[in-house]
């Protein structure tokens, strides 16, 4: 069934098929319609001529007879001539009479229900009422089917003295035999017709599908993507299929007018994003060197014994945010990702420590179950992914308490995990799932590219981060790496 639904062609050719089989049962049924009714013919009229003959055979006795012709001297009459009439003609014959009653029988072999001694009222009636003075009554015994005929006997002056009842059995042997050679003959001439009708159903479907079918295997490479070919199918003159090639060719011009004026637009959008992009990964770098330099001016003291390595200090911090903003000119100069990403085995706990020296801040809390915890990832990109989580927690403090931001490295035996919790705001329910998505962003400045690089770059390195937040309690960003023991 589910075949004959998806094609085409398969509904052309069981509808073909079912169409000739439907033929055939209707024939074969209008053919044995026509047997039964020509036996119902042929036993009428039979019945007819056999009570003709037994009549004229009747009217030369009459004829002959010394005896008077009336209803008491029936039986007299007919006393040896029923026997002979009823041996001819091979039917019982039975006379009665004005009354219904029987006067003389031939006594055939019949049951005695079959030999009635009195005609019922019923049929005396039907009798007289008929317009040729006969009536027939229809009737089974043994399995066996029989008509008996009553009709009027009338003397040389044409007046009614008996009630003849002849009773005939329907032989149909012939018939059914007949039927039977019949339908074999013509069940060999359908055969051969179905067969002729599979053949010629099958060259008929596929001649009126393969432009169709042509016409769909183009519709399933069409693409936006690629220069389309349009069709040129010979139809041999069908006018559906001509418009349907005509659509076609029209939408594949249409298709490549509007994959011109798609391939600019996203030309166009790409430049955009990579503006907005290129701005926020230069903007990252910018802001930890803001506060190195202002912590700097702030808290150098020349006379200080550790002038020198606190200078250095400081000095690595901005190098390493210079690095970032020159790896991503790289980046963007060659058309690469940006920045370009190195695999590297890293010393997480060490970078992580890093990065946040660049905040020095005392609301940041700081912990770690191990020093020397190695990943392959990007050391640059790693900085970039947590000053951007750190800036995050930073921007989402809540102004009615002090801000607290916790950042952990934590680890197992197949992975580091790297989390920064704050007790800021929050993320509302309804915007939970869009966190990560790129252009998503909750704050009044800013394009949301922040957390959406952060989930690209640990995803090019097999990791994964994920969010754990209470709306007004504070969020928890994880990042869990691959660890390289």
Same mark, same amino acid.
């Given at each position: 069934?589910?075949?004959?639904?998806?094609?085409?062609?398969?509904?052309?050719?069981?509808?073909?098929?079912?169409?000739?089989?439907?033929? %055939?049962?209707?024939?074969?049924?209008?053919?044995?319609?026509?047997?039964? *009714?020509?036996?119902?013919?042929?036993?009428?009229?039979?019945? *007819?001529?056999?009570?003709?003959?037994?009549?004229? @055979?009747?009217?030369?006795?009459?004829?002959?007879?010394?005896?008077?012709? @009336?209803?008491?001297?029936?039986?007299?009459?007919?006393?040896?001539?029923?026997?002979?009439?009823?041996?001819?003609?091979?039917?019982?014959?039975?006379?009665?009479?004005?009354?219904?009653?029987?006067?003389?029988?031939?006594?055939?072999? &019949?049951?005695?229900?079959?030999?009635?001694?009195?005609?019922?009222?019923?049929?005396?009636?039907?009798?007289?009422?008929?317009?040729?003075?006969?009536?027939?009554?229809?009737?089974? *015994?043994?399995?066996?089917?029989?008509?008996?005929?009553?009709?009027?006997?009338?003397? !040389?002056?044409?007046?009614?003295?008996?009630?003849?009842? &002849? +009773?005939?059995?329907?032989?149909?042997?012939?018939?059914?035999?007949?039927?039977?050679?019949?339908?074999?003959?013509?069940?060999?001439?359908?055969?051969?017709?179905?067969?002729?009708?599979?053949?010629?159903?099958?060259? &008929?479907?596929?001649?009126?599908?393969?432009?169709?079918?042509?016409?769909?295997?183009?519709?399933? $490479?069409? %693409?936006?993507?690629?220069?389309?070919?349009?069709? !040129?199918?010979?139809?041999?003159?069908?006018?559906?299929?001509? $418009?349907?090639?005509?659509?076609?060719?029209?939408?594949?011009?249409?298709?490549?007018?509007?994959?011109?004026?798609?391939? $600019?637009?996203?030309?166009?959008?790409?430049?955009?994003?990579?503006?907005?992009?290129?701005?926020?990964?230069?903007?990252?770098?910018?802001?930890?060197?803001?506060?190195?330099?202002?912590?700097?001016?702030?808290?150098?003291?020349?006379?200080?014994?550790? =002038?020198?390595?606190?200078?250095?200090?400081?000095?690595?911090?901005?190098?390493?945010?210079?690095?970032?903003?020159?790896?991503?000119?790289? /980046?963007?100069? +060659?058309? =690469?990702?940006?920045?370009?990403?190195?695999?590297?085995?890293?010393?997480?706990?060490?970078? $992580?420590?890093?990065?946040?020296?660049?905040? @020095?801040?005392?609301?940041?809390?700081?912990?770690?179950?191990?020093?020397?915890?190695?990943?392959?990832?990007?050391?640059?990109?790693?900085?970039?992914?947590?000053?951007?989580?750190?800036?995050? /927690?930073?921007?989402?403090?809540?102004?009615?308490?002090?801000?607290?931001?916790?950042?952990?490295?934590?680890?197992?035996?197949?992975?580091?995990?790297?989390?920064?919790?704050?007790?800021? +705001?929050?993320?509302?329910?309804? !915007?939970?799932?869009?966190?990560?998505?790129?252009?998503?962003?909750?704050?009044?400045?800013?394009?949301?590219?922040?957390?959406?690089?952060?989930?690209?770059?640990? *995803?090019?390195? @097999?990791?994964?981060?994920?969010?754990?937040?209470?709306?007004?309690?504070?969020?928890?960003?994880?990042?869990?790496?691959?660890?390289?023991?």
């Amino acid at each position: 069934m589910k075949m004959y639904r998806n094609s085409l062609r398969n509904r052309i050719f069981f509808s073909m098929i079912l169409l000739t089989l439907i033929s %055939s049962i209707l024939i074969a049924g209008m053919s044995i319609y026509q047997y039964s *009714e020509q036996g119902k013919d042929y036993h009428n009229k039979r019945l *007819e001529r056999k009570e003709q003959s037994v009549k004229e @055979n009747i009217s030369y006795v009459l004829r002959k007879t010394d005896w008077p012709v @009336n209803t008491t001297n029936i039986p007299f009459i007919f006393m040896e001539w029923i026997y002979d009439i009823s041996d001819i003609h091979e039917m019982p014959i039975n006379m009665y009479d004005m009354k219904g009653r029987l006067i003389k029988s031939s006594r055939a072999n &019949l049951t005695t229900d079959s030999l009635s001694y009195q005609i019922e009222p019923q049929i005396l009636t039907a009798l007289k009422d008929s317009d040729d003075y006969r009536y027939v009554l229809k009737f089974d *015994e043994d399995g066996k089917k029989y008509r008996t005929s009553y009709s009027y006997l009338r003397d !040389n002056k044409f007046k009614n003295i008996a009630i003849i009842q &002849l +009773t005939y059995l329907e032989n149909d042997d012939f018939i059914d035999y007949e039927l039977m050679e019949f339908l074999y003959r013509i069940g060999i001439v359908y055969i051969v017709m179905i067969l002729f009708s599979i053949l010629i159903a099958y060259a &008929l479907s596929k001649y009126i599908t393969r432009s169709i079918r042509e016409i769909g295997d183009r519709i399933k $490479t069409l %693409s936006i993507s690629k220069r389309n070919e349009k069709i !040129n199918v010979d139809v041999s003159g069908t006018d559906e299929i001509n $418009t349907l090639v005509d659509s076609y060719n029209g939408m594949v011009d249409a298709l490549e007018e509007s994959a011109v004026k798609l391939a $600019t637009s996203e030309r166009e959008q790409a430049w955009r994003e990579m503006a907005k992009q290129v701005a926020h990964e230069i903007k990252n770098p910018l802001t930890p060197m803001r506060l190195t330099v202002q912590s700097f001016e702030r808290r150098f003291d020349p006379l200080d014994p550790q =002038a020198k390595e606190k200078l250095a200090e400081y000095s690595n911090s901005l190098i390493e945010q210079i690095d970032v903003m020159s790896n991503i000119a790289d /980046a963007f100069s +060659t058309y =690469a990702t940006m920045p370009a990403q190195k695999s590297e085995e890293t010393n997480i706990p060490k970078i $992580t420590q890093l990065a946040l020296d660049i905040f @020095n801040d005392s609301q940041i809390e700081y912990y770690e179950d191990a020093s020397d915890l190695m990943a392959v990832f990007d050391r640059t990109q790693l900085i970039r992914v947590i000053t951007n989580l750190v800036k995050n /927690a930073m921007q989402a403090a809540h102004e009615d308490r002090k801000p607290v931001i916790k950042v952990s490295i934590t680890h197992d035996d197949q992975h580091i995990y790297l989390s920064v919790e704050d007790n800021g +705001t929050g993320v509302t329910p309804e !915007n939970e799932f869009k966190i990560f998505e790129p252009k998503f962003t909750t704050k009044n400045s800013g394009m949301g590219l922040g957390l959406a690089m952060v989930k690209q770059i640990v *995803e090019n390195f @097999n990791g994964n981060i994920t969010m754990n937040t209470t709306y007004g309690q504070g969020t928890t960003f994880t990042v869990c790496l691959p660890r390289v023991k």
